[in-house]
């Protein structure tokens, strides 16, 4: 989330990180300021907001999950819940959620 940093911030971390790239761009109107945009830096794909000066900047973020049919998202579910009984993420145990629900 950015006050209205982000164009700035995607041309900074897609030129600095190999295997980056823009896919998706919302603009106010046709050449408007960039609202959100979805990109990839170093093969990970992020998305980023404008939220104007009512997101101040902190240390908090989001994740999401893309799924590509129900079954996928049953298993995240079993990963968020096992996530949020940790206080440090425990990778092994992510994975075995994973793996079995």
Do not use: H, W
Request: net charge negative.
């Amino acid at each position: 989330m950015f006050n209205d940093q982000l164009d700035a911030a995607i041309a900074f971390y897609t030129a600095t990180f190999p295997d980056s790239e823009v896919r998706n761009v919302a603009r106010t109107g046709t050449d408007g300021p960039i609202v959100s945009a979805e990109f990839v830096v170093g093969g990970q794909v992020f998305m980023g907001c404008n939220g104007g000066p009512y997101f101040a900047f902190s240390e908090g973020f989001s994740l999401y999950v893309d799924c590509e049919d129900q079954a996928g998202v049953e298993k995240v579910k079993a990963v968020m819940d096992a996530m949020m009984t940790m206080v440090k993420l425990d990778v092994a145990a992510l994975e075995r959620a994973y793996d079995e629900a």
